[in-house]
Antibody, heavy 123, light 103 residues
């Protein structure tokens, strides 16, 4: 059974940093691209970042480019999102999600999702 | 950037109703569209990918159609478990969501 378990969320001040982790199990982690998607309270979904199975290819939404870094450790079956220079508008539940292919393509969909971790940016 | 318009934003329906949700893209995206269901406090769940392919384990009352700029998600006979919010997704962008409420 595919399981994705996010951790690392919490309360952080504007301008601060946070690193999210997503522990994966139930599938061959290194064989699949992965993504982070966020949802602000009461709002819709926003695709934040994605990474190929090898980690060699990445994607960032314009809203986080230059501030967030996605990475993965295939030996630990873990996905990361390093978030720097956090802003109030980054407040959201952050979901880790699996892409059903190894490479990032023009169109990817997300076949498994974790339960999310809440990040609150506030002074 | 391709703009995606999802409608309606809210839909009131009864158990057994046929329900249709529409997503329109500002330019052709071929069949590059997925649909998700999200219940309050839960993660989204994939229903349909590549516009019309039903994800494994999803009930057959869900179906997707369309190509180019107009796409639809249809629930043939609404069940109590289907009251939720539905999102379409084009390449790395989600629609605004449609909340399906009990009438």
């Amino acid at each position: 059974e595919v399981q994705l378990l996010e951790s690392g969320g919490g309360l952080v001040q504007p301008g601060g940093s946070l690193r999210l982790s997503c522990a994966a199990s139930g599938f061959t982690f290194s064989s699949y691209a992965m993504s982070w998607v966020r949802q602000a309270p009461g709002k819709g979904l926003e695709w934040v970042s994605a990474i190929s199975g090898s980690g060699g290819s990445t994607y960032y939404a314009d809203s986080v480019k230059g501030r967030f870094t996605i990475s993965r450790d295939n030996s630990k079956n873990t996905l990361y999102l390093q978030m720097n220079s956090l802003r109030a508008e980054d407040t959201a539940v952050y979901y880790c999600a699996k892409v059903p292919t190894y490479l990032l393509r023009y169109f990817d969909w997300l076949d498994y999702w974790g339960q999310g971790t809440l990040v609150t940016v506030s002074s | 950037d391709i703009q995606m318009t999802q409608s309606p934003s809210t839909l009131s329906a009864s158990v057994g109703d046929r329900v249709t949700i529409t997503c329109r893209a500002s330019q052709s995206i071929s069949s590059w569209l997925a649909w998700y269901q999200q219940k309050p406090g839960k993660a989204p769940k994939l229903l349909i990918y590549k516009a019309s392919s039903l994800e494994s384990g999803v009930p057959s009352r869900f179906s997707g159609s369309g190509s180019g700029t107009e796409f639809t998600l249809t629930i043939s006979s609404l069940q109590p478990d289907d009251f939720a919010t539905y999102y379409c997704q084009q390449p790395r962008t989600f629609g605004q969501g449609t909340k399906v409420e009990i009438k």
